[in-house]
């Protein structure tokens, strides 16, 4: 929240966030007939005598009394309203600053519970620790400045979260917490001494006995008393955050920001050295150079400082079951739309999307509150007669899920795995129903393999459907909307007959002469068609080759989309990608561990983690193009003439502006959007025309109206997936995917951030989902050429992260920061390209990018060296990264920067100058057979081609420079060592790449070894012998000697 946005605290009672404005003008004293109070939502109730009770005599703000007793005790002690101290009521303990009073004192109130009334307002003090802890705690937005007063205090204080139980001395002496006492989440209330009255009463006689008594009383000894309920701990436990942020230890985390700021010291000293001290026999090498590594060192610092405040998170699943899932009541998890997109069958088998709609259906959630969507967006009978096979198996597959807790709850991944599958499991039925459940899967994979196998060949005549009608998406490229509901309300049983959830197939209509926009149109056809049908408020969005490895995943999510202190402000909660199918090396890097573990990380300290295109919670509001709710901001600081004051008087008619109006200067939250857009803007125009998908985007809970009928329904999901829908509407502009690049992700997460949404980064023990990876070497080139050319599209776009969005100002600098640097990395492989050439170029002509060094001046490059290794080895120490990983990345940033960048960098030039557009093809999901038997199948690409000269030309350039070094005699060895480091600094970074032009290891053609050995051999000799290259300046003169060489 905004520093000035207020205190906010949790309702029991509402669920709902209070704000309490501190920074208002006094308001008259308002009728409190019937009011609630405005911090925790109780009525305010009544005083000793009868009355109503009053917190605040000059502004009558609604308290009630346990919040009054709190805020005077733990808080400033000042009416939220009208910041005047709370003076001492009747019957209300002393606190420290209270003036003395001539009425009589009520200490035996202090100290002794006389009457019922007096042992429900201790419990009503316990719930309010939960009420007022739970509103109090960080906010994501760190800019607050209000005081907060702590949740614990006083002697008897112990932690909230319950976790370390302490002890602790109180005036001189240890005392130790009943049993009773530490089955409580919140402590009880404490009074302090304080005034004189007190240090009277405990020089009376019997003072030690009344203290005992009112212990006993309040709990703190002996048994637990009579009224004593024991759901109070479930309740106090539902009050407390769903989540919680947990900070890099300062241990790990402070060493790495001191070395970050020490390399870009020495780096700063670095590049002036090289700058004053340039190579006159070699200027263009020198210059080149010196223009590499002052974008190398610009593209560290974007890539470096978003990760300057690294933070974990934890969730808490059994609060989120404790507040929204309570025995005996409804249901209140919110629903969820998924969404599983799949173009071409043939490259994304229909076995891969059958398992993960499998894991969908399976998943640990409310089945009412799910609902799976299916785009096929090549509208292939294929995939239509698949999803009906996986209907079919989903009602046997999904109580046996449910039944054992099994996990994953793909079947395929689940019966491949090579563990111990009796782990844990008691049932005697166990063994026999996995028995017959695995048959079940092999011959549902007999059918759909038969189904893969008859769609090989396409009838002349196109497909025909079961009873005969022809197959509406014959031609892919033009066909009507196809909607099939395969499970739901009815006829959505499994064979034990619960319900199962929603399972809808939709393929989007499609002509010829419309801009269809690919995968970014697909998933705005899908946020169409599922407001209609059931207009869940959140959504999940899956490649349809991530399953669902964590059956609880959305409940993850939900611990920060539902939470009420920070969840109204978050837009999408993204996992992080992990892959199955990998080899143990991961030799070209594709499980991405150092961007998903390191680089998100330090985005979710900022303003959230990049939206990555898979595996991300949704809020359907932030993709329908509303800004965030706020809270009212502090007034601005209106100026006198007079000299002290420190205001400036241009700022005067503002202030004086946003003072006058009643409710004009606060700013109104998404409900007061959204009515403002009713009143004042063309909704059609915004949304397109469909005036029940309209309606549906005002209702924030979601929700179909019930006087709908799915008839009425269908049609109009029929009609908002037509090509047409889309004309001169705000589709892919400002709502929904944004349409512009095939990276439509990036962007997309990109204009939320603009807006002032945030996002957050779930990182759970078991990890949510995981998919396949093209572990082959061109396969892999592609994928990474696809994403490089995606960032080059946004880089030329008006959406570009370096100029866009300052407007409005609500993208923090650091996450910009991380945004350009997504754009601007491919431009990386034209001074990486020219720096991976120069160690060749320097052995063959003999020349250095550098002059001879000074020892004062090796002590920079030690330095730099030992900077950057010691940035390394602390980010793998707070992360958690293997240095194996680290390397692997490090390999394949020089392999993916002189191969697929380099491309991505030339093509998108090509599209914008020359109009010149390129298509992208769907990275195959399939697997060999064989374990990693894709790993080693050479496919020829020209992506290979930059990489394979670059080390063609500096194995030459060793060659050359050894030969030579040779011919010339001992001094000449001296200079040859820092150009050999130069060149095999290259050599090795592209060893994996040169490993998957060899094939498989140890299975390398022993022809190739031989060819290779004798080329190298005699390309040696010819080397000594000719020395074609470089000038003789060493060695004997031919014209003194006399030897004719």
Not at 115 to 123: A, S, T
Not at 303 to 311: C, E, V
């Amino acid at each position: 929240m905004e520093a000035s946005a207020g205190l906010v605290a949790g309702s029991h009672n509402r669920n709902e966030l209070v704000v309490i404005h501190g920074h208002e003008e006094r308001k008259a004293l308002r009728n409190l007939d019937g009011q609630v109070c405005e911090i925790c939502g109780d009525e305010v109730g009544l005083t000793v005598d009868g009355d109503l009770f009053v917190a605040c005599n000059e502004c009558g703000f609604p308290v009630c009394r346990p919040c009054y007793e709190y805020e005077r005790r733990e808080g400033s002690q000042l009416c939220p309203q009208c910041r005047t101290r709370y003076k001492r009521l009747k019957g209300s303990p002393r606190v420290e600053g209270d003036e003395d009073e001539e009425d009589v004192d009520d200490i035996e109130h202090e100290f002794k519970i006389e009457d019922q009334r007096n042992k429900h307002n201790h419990i009503a003090e316990a719930m309010l620790h939960g009420k007022m802890s739970y509103g109090r705690g960080p906010e994501d937005n760190e800019n607050g400045h209000l005081p907060i007063p702590p949740v614990i205090s006083g002697a008897r204080s112990r932690p909230v979260s319950g976790e370390f139980p302490i002890s602790f001395q109180a005036h001189g002496e240890q005392n130790t917490l009943s049993p009773s006492l530490h089955k409580r989440v919140h402590p009880y209330p404490a009074s302090e001494p304080g005034s004189a009255r007190w240090d009277e009463k405990k020089a009376e006689d019997g003072w030690k006995e009344r203290m005992d008594d009112w212990k006993m009383q309040q709990g703190y000894l002996g048994p637990e008393p009579d009224d004593y309920d024991p759901d109070m701990d479930m309740i106090d436990e539902a009050r407390q955050p769903l989540s919680r942020k947990v900070p890099i230890a300062s241990s790990k985390i402070s060493p790495y920001r001191m070395v970050i700021l020490a390399r870009l010291l020495v780096l700063a000293l670095f590049l002036r050295y090289r700058l004053m001290n340039p190579v006159h026999d070699a200027f263009g090498l020198w210059l080149t150079s010196v223009i590499c590594e002052i974008w190398f060192a610009f593209s560290w610092i974007l890539d470096q400082f978003p990760k300057w405040f690294p933070i974990d998170r934890d969730t808490y699943l059994d609060r989120l079951s404790l507040r929204y899932e309570r025995e005996g009541e409804p249901n209140q998890l919110a629903p969820v739309d998924i969404f599983v997109s799949t173009v071409d069958p043939m490259k994304e088998p229909p076995l891969v999307t059958a398992n993960t709609v499998l894991s969908i259906l399976a998943m640990d959630y409310p089945v009412d509150k799910i609902s799976c969507y299916i785009s096929d967006d090549g509208a292939s009978m294929l995939t239509f007669e698949a999803l009906s096979e996986t209907a079919e198996f989903g009602r046997k597959w999904v109580p046996f899920c449910k039944k054992f807790s099994i996990e994953p709850r793909a079947p395929e991944m689940y019966f491949s795995e090579k563990i111990d599958y009796l782990k844990d499991k008691v049932q005697p039925t166990f063994v026999k129903e996995r028995r017959a459940m695995k048959r079940e899967y092999e011959e549902f994979k007999v059918r759909i393999n038969a189904l893969v196998a008859k769609a090989v060949k396409i009838p002349s005549e196109g497909w025909i459907m079961q009873d005969g009608t022809p197959w509406p998406g014959n031609n892919t490229k033009d066909h009507p909307g196809m909607i099939q509901v395969f499970l739901g309300h009815s006829g959505g049983l499994d064979a034990e007959g619960n319900e199962l959830p929603r399972l809808v197939y939709v393929s989007r209509e499609k002509r010829p002469g419309f801009q269809h926009h690919k995968k970014a149109g697909a998933m705005n056809a899908l946020i169409r068609v599922s407001a209609v049908l059931t207009n869940a408020p959140f959504m999940l969005n899956l490649d349809c080759d991530h399953y669902i490895n964590n059956s609880k995943a959305a409940r993850e999510a939900m611990c920060f989309l539902m939470d009420p202190q920070i969840g109204r402000k978050v837009c999408y909660v993204q996992f992080p990608q992990r892959f199955d199918g990998i080899d143990r090396h991961d030799r070209y890097a594709n499980r991405n561990t150092v961007f998903f573990d390191i680089n998100m990380k330090g985005l979710d300290g900022i303003q959230g983690p990049v939206y990555v295109g898979t595996g991300c919670v949704f809020r359907r509001q932030a993709l329908y193009g509303y800004n965030p709710p706020k809270g009212s901001k502090r007034p601005k600081m209106v100026s006198c003439d007079c000299c002290p004051c420190f205001g400036r008087r241009k700022k005067l008619k503002y202030a004086k502006h946003g003072a006058s109006g009643d409710d004009s200067s606060v700013q109104v939250d998404m409900d007061g959007d959204k009515e403002l857009l009713m009143s004042q803007m063309n909704f059609e125009k915004k949304f397109g025309q469909s005036a029940i998908f309209v309606t549906s985007t005002l209702m924030e809970q979601g929700g179909v109206p019930p006087s709908s009928s799915p008839a009425a329904l269908l049609k109009e999901a029929i009609h908002v997936i037509s090509c047409g829908y889309e004309d001169k509407t705000e589709w892919g502009t400002e709502l929904g995917w944004i349409y512009g690049s095939i990276t439509e992700d990036i962007l997309t997460g990109f204009k939320m951030h603009c807006r002032g949404w945030r996002s957050i980064y779930c990182m759970p023990k078991r990890p949510a989902f995981k998919g396949t990876a093209p572990i082959n070497l061109s396969d892999r080139l592609n994928q990474v050429l696809r994403w490089a050319l995606g960032s080059i599209e946004i880089f030329f776009s008006h959406h570009c992260p370096v100029w866009y969005g300052y407007k409005k100002g609500k993208l923090k600098w650091l996450e910009r920061f991380a945004y350009v640097n997504t754009t601007v990395y491919p431009f990386t492989s034209l001074p990486l390209l020219a720096y991976c050439t120069l160690p060749a170029i320097c052995l063959l002509t003999d020349k250095f990018i550098m002059p001879p060094i000074s020892t004062f001046a090796s002590l920079y490059f030690i330095a730099l060296f030992i900077s950057i290794f010691a940035t390394g080895i602390l980010e793998l120490r707070w992360s958690g990264v293997t240095i194996e990983e680290w390397w692997r990345n490090e390999q394949f940033w020089v392999i993916g920067g002189v191969s697929a960048h380099l491309f991505a960098v030339v093509q998108g030039l090509l599209k914008v100058l020359a109009g010149i557009d390129t298509n992208f093809t769907v990275t195959s999901k399939a697997s060999d057979d064989e374990d990693f038997g894709e790993l080693y199948t050479f496919k020829w690409t020209t992506l290979l081609i930059p990489p394979t000269t670059i080390l063609i030309i500096n194995l030459v350039g060793v060659v050359a420079g050894i030969s030579d070094a040779i011919n010339n005699g001992y001094e000449s060895w001296g200079p040859l060592f820092g150009k050999l480091f130069f060149s095999f600094w290259v050599i090795v970074h592209l060893y994996p790449f040169l490993k998957g032009l060899m094939g498989r290891q140890n299975r390398t053609p022993t022809i190739v070894v031989i060819w290779s050995i004798l080329l190298a051999s005699i390309f040696s000799l010819l080397w000594v012998r000719i020395d074609p290259f470089v000038l003789k300046t060493k060695g004997p003169a031919t014209k003194q000697c006399g030897i004719n060489c």
